[in-house]
Structure formats: C-alpha cells, structure tokens
C-alpha cells in the first residue's frame, strides 16, 4: 500500500487514499470556486499549487470552476499530474509540498469546510438502460408477466437524450415535480405532484475528449475519450413516466433534476477494479466489440433518511458488474450515427439492479411497482419518496486493503410547488 502524510489518507474505509486522487470543484467562504483534489480529510487546491510551481498546471484550467479544460488536455497531461500528485503526497515521495507548512496550510483545506461545486460543465447527458435485470424487471411490471426484454436490447445500449440543465451535484435539493398523470386513463389525465418520485442508482461516465461531426470511435478508442465516473441518482417521477412515455420515451418525468457526486473518480484509480464483460445470450455487432476489459466491480449502496430521522435505512445495495454494457460501449454506440460528442457529456449507465430484491436498483423495482412496500431499518415503510426525505448514494471498490471512493451524492425531496406560474 502506497501510504500518504495527509491526514486520513491511510485510515482504514477513507474513501480517498493516495491511490484514488479524484477531482472536483470546491471553494472557500469568501474564494471562487477551483479545481481540488481529494486526499483523505483534506481537498487540495490545485489552483494554488499550481501557481506555486508545483504542479505542471500549465493549460490544464485548474484556476476555472469545472474540469472541461483538464479533461479536453487528454490521457498523457492527466497521467502527468497524477504522478506528480502521487509523488508529492506520498509519505516516502519528495518532500517539496510537505516541507512547507506554511504552503500546506495555504492549499490543504479540510473538506469539512469547503463547499463542492458541480465538478463539471455538463455539455450534454444521455441516460442509458444498461443493466440487465433492471431491464427485465421493468418490462415485467409496467408490459405485464413474460413481457421480458424488447428485441432490440441484447443487441445495443438502448438510451434516450436527458436534459443537461438540470444536472445537479449532491446536496442541491430536489423539488418534487408537478406533471400530468392518468391514474384512471379513461377518466383522462390530472395535474399535480407527482405520487412516484423513485430514484435511479447509477454509474455515470464523463466524455473528456471530442469527436468532430460525423466522426465514429471504436470501442477502445472510446475508453481513450473518458475521463473518469460519477456516481449518478437519475431521480425519476414513475406516474408522469407512465402517461408521457409512450411513444417516445421519457420526458418530464426524468428532467427536473439528475444529481451527481462532486468527486469524479478517474480511470487510474479504478484499475484495479476492471472485469471482464458478462456472458452474453448473443454475440453483439462487431463495432461493440470489446478486446480488454472495460467492466468494474464497484459496490454501489442507497440510503433513506426520513425528514428528522436521525439514523439512515440502507434501501439499496449493488454492483456495477450488473451492468451489461460499458461506458465505452455507450460512447461508441453514441458516436456511431455520427454525434458529435463533446468535453463534459455524462453518460448514465440507467438503473443497476442485482439478482435479489436488496440489489434492486430503484424503488419501483424494490416496491414491485407499488406492490410491496419497503421497510426502513428505523420502522415506517415507503412505497415511493415522500417530501422531506433525504437519500444518499456512495460507491467504492476494495483493493489491497484500499477503498477507492465515490464520495456521496446526496438529495433531499422539498414539497411540489404551490401553484403554477412565475414566483411559485
Ligand atoms: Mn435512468
């Protein structure tokens, strides 16, 4: 284990140890808002050391308020400031940062006083459907028993295009959508709050670098696009999904807020994690295919705090494995039409659901529709969100005794508004 002198970077379950160095957007009461790195309880400004001659810091933005300028200077300048990263953080690295408390105290700050900012400029984000059983289980509760998978789902990451303005980092609340729905269709439709705010645990991937109109990646040349993974809660309101969704998918119901976690853990950090594809009933098209492996084992778990609880209630815990297609897989699909994809596209993985109920990525699954409620640890039950409630994703993956982490993405339910029109 490479060990670090920052406080809590060798700690066990730290989410941040020297081998994960996540990035982020962070500021201080008074500061504008820069690019930080997270080391165990500490965010360094990246900003600072820079101008300190420290860091190569040169092009790479670090004085902006969002990563799409490291991100668009591409795999060799980003290899470049990890080992630069690495080596002044190390206990046994050079000395430079370290011998002088003086500048330590000037660019360390306890996370425990920053404030995070959206770590990126979201230029556009796709929502992706592409686990397996959440696939199934869907097209079983809302097609009927034995509805199973749409024809076209063994063969391509199917998708559909979200709305990049309402990307959110964890923290921002969330107010409860007012839509139409058809509880009774043949009453027709009604206007109110949404009955079915539910929560979608997902993996985002972030497109670091471009691809010009018209221009196709493979899928390798796609994983050299990416930057790094978010973890991704695409809250989702099910009774406007229900009347809206036909013929052309999701509108309303998914475009009033998608939070994201503020630190973006990098490919680097997520090497000891990489797994081969899962089996698969069909071989896919030869564009898709994919000659290393692309996959992660990360864990991902959901937590409910109800308003005024003081203990959270685990409502989800699951594993990126469950995943049938990769990012790259995505971003190749994406590009294949010709898209021209752009530094700061988030691409959503869709709803991770295991075998079992508990690893059931949402609360539609996990309710079976509105079916069966679910038990909080704390007593009480929910079908789907209520106002007030709060819910917290976090992610990591263990190696070498190391927890490389996701940090959290957190948001809490605020009432629908009162009325429409401009000032409700
Ligand atoms: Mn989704």
């Known amino acids: 284990m490479n060990r670090s002198w920052v406080t809590g970077a060798d700690r066990p379950g730290c989410d941040f140890p ?17 690019c930080g790195v997270a080391i165990g309880d500490c965010v360094l400004d990246l900003a600072a050391l820079g101008a300190a001659g420290l860091i190569p810091g040169q092009g790479c933005g670090f004085d902006e308020s969002a990563l799409n300028r490291f991100m ?40 425990s006083a920053v404030t995070m900012h959206l770590p990126i400029r979201v230029a556009g984000y796709t929502d992706f459907f592409a686990g397996r059983q959440h696939a199934l289980n869907s097209g079983t509760i809302l097609r009927g028993p034995g509805a199973g998978l749409t024809p076209n789902w063994p063969h391509m990451p199917i998708a559909y295009n979200g709305r990049a303005s309402t990307v959110v980092v964890s923290g921002t609340p969330v107010r409860r959508p007012l839509g139409q729905t058809a509880p009774d269709p043949a009453a027709g439709p009604v206007l109110g709050p949404s009955q079915r705010l ?34 991704l809660n695409d809250w989702s309101a099910r009774d406007i999904q229900r009347w809206e969704g036909q013929p052309l998918g999701p509108f309303q119901s998914k475009a009033f807020a998608t939070s994201i976690s503020p630190w973006v853990v990098t490919r680097a950090a997520l090497e000891p994690f990489r797994r ?12 898709l295919h994919e000659e290393a492996d692309y996959f992660f084992d990360l864990t991902l778990e959901a937590h409910l705090t109800p308003a005024g609880a003081a203990q959270a209630s685990r409502i989800v815990q699951t594993n990126t494995r469950h995943l049938s297609y990769s990012a790259p897989q995505l971003l190749a699909h994406h590009a294949l039409c010709g ?83 401009r000032g409700h």
Request: glycine share 14%.
């Open 72 to 111: 668009a200077a591409g795999p060799q300048v980003w290899e470049g400031v990890r080992n630069r990263l690495t080596t002044l953080l190390a206990l046994d690295g050079a000395g430079d940062l370290r011998n002088q408390p003086a500048l330590c105290a000037q660019v360390l700050h306890p996370l």
């Open 198 to 231: 539910d929560i979608e645990v997902e993996f985002g991937a972030l497109v670091a670098l471009p691809t010009e109109l018209g221009q196709t990646l493979t899928v390798a040349e796609a994983w050299e696009h990416l930057f790094g993974f978010v973890l």
């Open 339 to 421: 898209c021209r994809m752009q530094t700061g596209d988030l691409l959503g993985s869709g709803t991770i659901s295991g075998p079992e109920r508990p690893n059931f990525g949402c609360l539609m699954e996990q309710t079976w529709g509105g079916r069966d409620p679910v038990t909080l640890e704390q007593g009480g039950t929910r079908m789907f969100l209520e106002d007030g409630d709060s819910v917290t994703l976090t992610g990591w993956g263990e190696a070498d005794g190391q927890r490389i982490g996701f940090g959290r993405c957190e948001g809490t339910i605020l009432p629908a508004p009162a009325r429409i029109g």
């Open 276 to 287: 081969p594809a899962p089996e698969r009933d069909n071989p896919l098209l030869p564009y």
């Open 18 to 34: 020297l081998a994960n160095l996540p990035y982020g957007v962070f500021s201080t009461p008074g500061t504008a808002a820069r």
